[in-house]
T-cell receptor, first 112, second 113 residues
Framework: DAGITQSPRHKVTETGTPVTLRCHQT?????MYWYRQDPGHGLRLIHY???????DKGEVSDGYSVSRSKTEDFLLTLESATSSQTSVYFC???????????FGEGSWLTVV | GESVGLHLPTLSVQEGDNSIINCAYS??????FIWYKQESGKGPQFIID?????DKRQGQRVTVLLNKTVKHLSLQIAATQPGDSAVYFC????????????FGTGTLLAVQP
């Protein structure tokens, strides 16, 4: 257990509205990630962070931004939600002593 | 939550039998591999990992085999139980990549009582 919690766990929002998902971790992990998971696709990396204020894009970063103002929190923002962003979003963190990545329980987002 | 088992290959086994789930990975430069289990409505759960300098690793009721020649990974579950029913997927880490994993799409394991 890597002490990762996500909020909200479920959200329905309207097209064009901003949405922020929060990931909180209690184990002082340096690396944190945001993935999305869709039927027919494996987990796809949106953005990741390698330290406070240090972030980089993943393979599906368009339409998303992130921020990491402190070690324990990694925020994912959809500036203007679209229906194609309806998905399950997973936050993850890497164990500081190795390569293993642990996941949170997910945030189900529906954009209508 | 929405099921992530749709459109996935399915392995159906009888309770008590052994299960073998296979994964073909894509990059010969991958140096670390992980198997995850994902139950419906939950996040992926770490099961077991293996580094590329090994060809076998055992855990509790699970064994991972790595064949680098054909870029193949397998997960063996002994004495499969109903609680093992889930989607299983592998992930590979490419050497030198900034700790980013590439995930497979997964296999749905259905355990029949």
């Amino acid at each position: 257990d890597a002490g990762i919690t996500q909020s909200p766990r479920h959200k329905v929002t309207e097209t064009g509205t901003p949405v922020t998902l929060r990931c909180h971790q209690t184990e002082n992990h340096r690396y944190m990630y945001w993935y999305r998971q869709d039927p027919g696709h494996g987990l796809r990396l949106i953005h990741y962070s390698y330290g406070v204020k240090d972030t980089d894009k993943g393979e599906v970063s368009d339409g998303y931004s992130v921020s990491r103002s402190k070690t324990e929190d990694f925020l994912l923002t959809l500036e203007s939600a679209t229906s194609s962003q309806t998905s399950v979003y997973f936050c993850a963190a890497r164990d500081n002593s190795g390569n293993t990545i642990y996941f949170g329980e997910g945030s189900w987002l529906t954009v209508v | 939550g929405e099921s992530v088992g749709l459109h996935l290959p399915t392995l159906s086994v009888q309770e008590g039998d052994n299960s073998i789930i296979n994964c073909a990975y894509s990059n010969s430069a991958s140096d670390y591999f992980i198997w995850y289990k994902q139950e419906s409505g939950k996040g992926p759960q770490f099961i077991i990992d293996i580094r590329s300098n090994m060809d076998k690793r055992q855990g509790q009721r699970v064994t991972v085999l790595l064949n680098k020649t054909v870029k193949h990974l397998s997960l063996q579950i002994a004495a499969t139980q109903p609680g093992d029913s889930a989607v299983y997927f592998c992930a590979e880490n490419i050497s030198g990549a900034t700790n980013k994993l590439i995930f497979g799409t997964g296999t749905l394991l259905a355990v029949q009582p």
